[in-house]
């Protein structure tokens, strides 16, 4: 979605992670996620991140354009002992001064080494206490590297550590109280983002778009975005830079407006997870549940049980990948496979019937699918899959076909085989 | 570290990750790792990766930046069917062409929404088969939105979607061709950066990094980094930018080298599964498996049958979550659990035993366990997990305490059950 004009004053900044290893494809940047999410509770905005190597002239240009569009940026990475690490050297260079030794840190990290290790510190590591001339050391109660915040003409450049929990430490104990501090000089108050997720399940990106047709105009500003997942896809509505009161009130009344057009599919906000939901519903209803898996070979109760505090409802589940087993452990008849197909209707709803039974519970899943890549035919392709729900003698079976990986469609059998049942128990 | 200078040619280009959702820390970007990885393996490297917004104005200019220094520049995301989604008409204003429907994929995409969901296409879709005059489609078999080959002018802009496994489909079957074809008529040979990567189990990272002291001299210019993660520690290796048979054989050496020393700790190379690798064992011994868990509530069995081709070695698993099902399925004796508790050596081995005798196999695993965050005692701690390991009469026990919250305890319980049972059966 298009950047909205911020209704009252907030701040732009700008990412620049380093590290070659980031660009080979060795590690994969979270940093730039965490800085972002952070960041926008206080009302600032990532414009752009940029990732470059350990190579101080491309450093260097990066950070000059940064400088020129925002006049605040964050690198992350480059501060280690190494020769590799160039980042303080290319901030030097950017703003016209000299590296010097920061003598209270060089003792700071001396005895830091002394105490940590009885030895005394290794000599790369001096390395870490030369600062541009000018800059305030930001200090890093987790490591060698401090962070260091270098003001000039051109705008301020922030370095904090690529080590992914020293800069978290440094951002939330150094960086934002900072750059709040900034925002309260210029404004007189702080304007925040605040965001708020509606997760759907069972339903297409495309189905939404077309049901949401025109509601950008009856949120704003409020804005709207999609986010397809393996569990479904997730609406993530945006109040940008607002005063806290306001980007409540206006999120609050954006969903309501969602609700309405969309309400069946949404089963959660925020990071709710649908086996979550699913138990509560059951627990209310002082339901136990059980499964019965084929092609998802225990996925199911492994979404079921990473859920804390689930073994008040859920009971156990029986993972028939073999026909012998679907036969010998849950009672499915023998000719109801070779008549219909292992992957049919009629023995999902024996196999989610057995395991009931077989468990004593009210309530039952089951999957029985073609996950690939091979075993599929022109009638069932790979990706076909039968779904059951069983709750208190009612019933419920769906056949759905996933394109996509092996994986894929596993996960999202299992996800919507949880839908079913959290759909027969809406009733 | 600083990009040595290649020593044969190869060929850079710019990745540009579109998505406000990247920066405003809602997603991790895990495209750019995925495409440098692969690019890196055919000589290409990534130069720099710029994240903007879902903001037509910035993607241009970046598009426009890029193409200047590079000439050759990837875009994933954007592609969508929402308004949001932007990228399309970015490109083609930047190469000075208009946007203009494929009718063979309109035809194509309607007829897969009618064979996939019996539904006439959402309207929204249309908007997928737009694309830029003169560009060249990408078929993608895993969703609704094609990849895009751009050439102008200017240089190559390459669309992909921003969905990972659809991204990761294109760009194996349709980019990497495409590129590697540009790279031999250039060059006449590809220079390539390969890496190899041990996989260990079992093995802390420091115990591994004492016996391998001094390595690295040994095995230069072959370089080494240590990858802790929850199945163990990896070492990578890694040759940079060579002819393809000069890489193979230093890193060939490299290899040998470290099995020397660690060998015993190596369960397979490159992305090798424990689970594939047990699975390999067992069917060489002509063995079937069924597994019994508690606490991993179907971890165990979803990692086995994450695996193709799993079901000529494994017949299903038993998910005893509440101990009623431990005694009535796995015929625990109601004794062991009350003297010695459901997480115990006693009761995982009776676990063990009743799956394999159950499910008629002569190979078996059981989990049980405290995964937490409540439930733990000063005698068993959270994080306590007695694991068991069956073969042809011959059983094995563990007993572990493995530190961190609930999901990595279950999933470091997973695969050290794999682990104790791949030991066993190297017997």
Redesign the interface.
């Known amino acids: ?3 909205p004009v911020p209704p009252v004053s907030g701040m732009d900044l700008e990412v620049i992670a380093v590290g ?1 290893e ?9 940093n ?7 960041l ?1 509770e206080v009302g600032i ?11 101080q002239s ?1 450093i260097e240009s ?1 950070l000059k354009d940064a400088l020129r569009r925002t006049g605040l940026v964050v690198l992350t990475g480059g501060l280690g002992p190494t020769p ?1 690490d160039v980042t303080r050297e290319a901030v030097a260079e950017v703003f016209g001064v000299e590296l010097a030794v920061d003598e209270e840190h060089l003792e700071r990290l001396k005895s830091w080494f002394a105490d940590r290790s009885g030895r005394a510190m290794p000599h790369s590591n001096a390395k870490q206490c030369e600062v541009p001339l000018g800059a305030e050391l930001l200090s890093n109660q987790q490591g060698s590297a401090p962070g260091i915040w270098m003001k000039g003409e051109d705008g301020i450049a922030i370095l904090l550590p690529g080590v992914p929990h020293e800069m978290k430490h440094i951002l939330h104990a150094q960086v934002i109280p900072r750059l709040r501090d900034r925002l309260l000089t210029s404004d007189g108050y702080v304007a925040v ?1 605040k ?1 708020l ?1 509606l997760r759907t399940t069972a339903v ?4 939404l ?2 049901l949401l ?1 025109g509601v ?1 105009s009856d949120i704003a500003p409020v804005t ?5 997942t393996v569990f479904g896809v997730e609406l ?1 509505l ?1 109040a940008l830079r607002m005063p806290p009161e306001n980007a409540v009130q206006v999120l609050a009344a954006a969903e309501s407006t969602l609700r309405e057009r969309i309400g069946k599919w949404v089963y959660g906000t925020g990071d709710d997870d649908l086996a979550a939901v699913l138990l509560d519903r059951l627990r209310d209803r002082g339901a136990r549940l059980a ?1 019965a ?1 084929s ?8 979404r ?3 859920v ?4 008040d409802v ?9 026909d ?2 679907k036969i ?2 849950l009672g499915v008849a023998e000719s109801s496979i070779r008549e219909y197909g292992a992957v049919s209707e009629e023995v999902v709803l024996e196999m989610a019937e057995g395991v009931s039974r ?2 004593e519970t009210d309530a039952a899943i089951a999957v029985t699918g073609i ?4 075993g599929g035919s022109p009638e069932k392709p790979v990706g076909t899959v039968y779904l059951a729900a069983v709750l208190n003698g009612q019933t419920m079976t769906s056949r759905k ?1 996933f ?6 469609v ?1 996960n999202r059998s299992a996800q919507d085989a949880l839908a079913l049942l959290w759909e027969l128990a809406l009733r």
Chains 1, 2 share one sequence.
């Open positions: 979605m298009r950047l070659t980031l660009l080979r494809g060795h590690t994969i940047d979270t730039t996620a965490e800085l972002a999410a952070t926008g905005s990532v414009a752009r991140c940029t990732t470059v190597a350990d190579d491309q990066t590799d983002s965001s997720t297409s990106e495309s189905l778009a077309d047709a950008e709207l975005s999609y986010l397809p993530c945006t499964v898996e092609c998802t070979g225990g996925l199911v109760g492994a079921i049980t990473s804390p505090g689930s073994s859920f009971k156990g589940s029986l993972v028939a990948y073999d012998s087993v010998s452990q077989r468990l996950a690939g890549p091979s076909i394109p996509g990986e092996r994986e894929w596993r």
